[in-house]
């Protein structure tokens, strides 16, 4: 399932489509989406570009793997700073799906 968000992340910037409802929803969700720029905020697909370019998608979906192990197992020692670096942009990546998806509906009701 994981595997098949990331795909869909991935490829969601040739759909790029910005909301017009960008001031109602800033001040509606701006506690939910708070590791966000306010540009970032206004067109999400900014993230998904710059996460993308900065990393591969085997390499978060390994990263996610580390994380997963990290979490679940009793580890002595930190993870490494690639892992943490995919650990932010995967939330950032988060932020960006629930914008999107709240804005769908929001345009959905208008």
Known sequence: MIR???KI???????ERKSESNDVL??????????????QYL????IIKH???????????LDLEDIMEHTLG???SCPSEDICISFIN?????????????????????
């Not at 992340?9 to 759909?15: P, S």
């Not at 800033?26 to 540009?39: D, M």
């Not at 996460?51 to 979906?61: A, G, R, T």
């Open 26 to 39: 800033h001040s509606k969700y701006l506690v939910y989406a708070s590791g966000l720029t306010y540009e």
């Open 51 to 61: 996460v993308f370019n900065e990393q591969s998608f085997s390499q978060i979906e």
């Open 9 to 15: 992340l991935k490829n969601i910037d040739k759909n």
């Open 43 to 46: 067109n999400p697909y900014l």
């Open 90 to 110: 995967i939330n950032r990546l988060l932020d960006a799906c629930w914008l999107i998806f709240n804005r769908e509906i929001y345009d959905e009701d208008v």
């Open 74 to 76: 009793s580890y002595g």
């Open 4 to 6: 098949a968000s990331f």
